[in-house]
Structure formats: C-alpha cells, structure tokens
C-alpha cells in the first residue's frame, strides 16, 4: 500500500494569504496526484489533477506542483470561500487519500 | 453535465448488509470511466472502497474486499455497493464517484453523499 501523508493536518490564515499544504507519498507515483477541496456536508470537489493541471473552473490562485514523492498545493490569496479541508489522493495503485489539512480563519 | 445521486437505507443494523445505489444521469455509464465508492466516517478522512467499469471489472480496497460487491446496471445506467457484516465502524457517509479511465485517473464528479449508521 502507498500511504500518503499530508502537512500540516490544520492551519490558520487570513483572506489574502498566501498557503501551502505539502503532501508526501511512501514510494514514487510519478504525477499519479490530485488535489480535492471539501467543504461542511459537502462532497469533495477536484482542484488540480495530475499534480499540476487546473480543473476546468477553479480559480487561478491555486496550483499544484512536484513529481515523485513530494506535492504540493499552493494557494496564493487566500479567500473567504477557501476555508475548507483539503486532500491529496494518489491515483498510481489502489487509490488512497491523504488524512487532509484544514484551513481555518485566522 | 454528469450528476451522480445516492440512494439506499440511512439506517443499518448491526452485522446485517449495506446495500447502496448510485444513479448516473447526464452521462452513459457505459462511457469510458471507472464508478467509484468513497466513504467518510464522520469527522474523519476519506476512505476509497472499490471501483468498477462498465464491463464488470472490478477493484477493491483490499482492507474491505472480503465483505464488499459492487455491480453495475447499464440497463438502468446505476451501480451499487454491497458490504455484508456491519458494524458501528461502517457509520459514515457514502459518496459516490466517476474516476477517469487513463491518466489521471481523478474523481472528476461527485455524488453529494449519504449518511449511513450502523446501530440496533
């Protein structure tokens, strides 16, 4: 099994800041890495795929970089509708999540 | 636009069978995409349980394959999820998905989720 972990497990920030939320995997998955936002009762929503590429509609602020390992998630400024937790998931075997980061409000 | 709608009983006895379905609408799921199942018990992180194709192919998270089926409709464009065995650690909320067959095999569309409890 590739586990995935993420840090940090929760943060605090205000609108305009800038977040980055590090996601590591137990083995290579080359690019296999997406990057979900979940709000209260509601279900995930995909932000970036392939550890890179932008959903079709998410805004700009966010981006995902890295290769192998190591992930990242950046949000550049931060947003009243931003406060949320987020996920990695690999997608290279078995699918798994990593255990998520949630951004609260400073 | 693909929507996905969960259906099934929110209540459960313990050791009996969860049995949930999820409808596909706007789209074929006989297209080129795998039908996933992802839970989350309450107040905690997100757990991949199986996934299946339009053909039958099947995968499964092997901490539940003993106890899990999962099967497919096409005639009524709907899949489901069985999981025999029950207990209180199976209360969460179920979502179902549609994963992409290839690169990048991401959750691109999303069921909004049905709460299930385990309980006598």
């Known amino acids: 099994d590739i586990q995935m972990t993420q840090s940090p497990s929760s943060l605090s920030a205000s609108v305009g800041d800038g977040v980055t939320i590090t996601c590591r995997a137990s083995q290579s998955i080359n690019n296999y890495l997406n990057w979900y936002q979940q709000k209260p009762g509601k279900a995930p929503k995909l932000l970036i795929y392939a550890a890179s590429s932008l959903q079709s509609g998410v805004p700009s602020r966010f981006s995902g970089s890295g290769s192998g390992t190591d992930f990242i998630l950046t949000i550049s400024s931060l947003q009243p509708e931003d406060f949320a937790t987020y996920y990695c998931?690999?997608?290279?075997?078995?699918?798994?999540f990593g255990g998520g980061t949630k951004v609260e409000i400073k | 636009q693909v929507q996905l709608q969960e259906s099934g009983p929110g209540l459960v006895k313990p050791s009996e069978t969860l049995s949930l379905t999820c409808a596909v609408s706007?789209?074929?799921?006989?297209?080129?995409?795998?039908w996933s199942w992802v839970r989350q018990p309450p107040g905690k992180g997100l757990e991949w349980i199986a996934e299946?194709?339009?053909?039958?192919?099947?995968n499964c998270n092997p901490s539940l394959k003993s106890r899990v089926t999962i099967s497919v409709d096409q005639s009524k464009n709907q899949f489901s999820l069985n999981l025999n065995s029950v207990t209180a650690a199976d209360t969460a909320v179920y979502y179902c998905?549609?994963?992409?067959?290839?690169?990048?095999?991401?959750?691109?569309?999303w069921g909004q989720g049905i709460l299930v409890t385990v309980s006598s």
């Open positions: 706007g789209g074929s799921i006989s297209s080129n995409y795998w």
């Open positions: 299946i194709y339009h053909s039958g192919s099947t």
């Open positions: 998905a549609r994963k992409t067959y290839g690169w990048p095999r991401s959750l691109d569309y």
């Open positions: 998931q690999q997608s290279y075997s078995t699918p798994g």
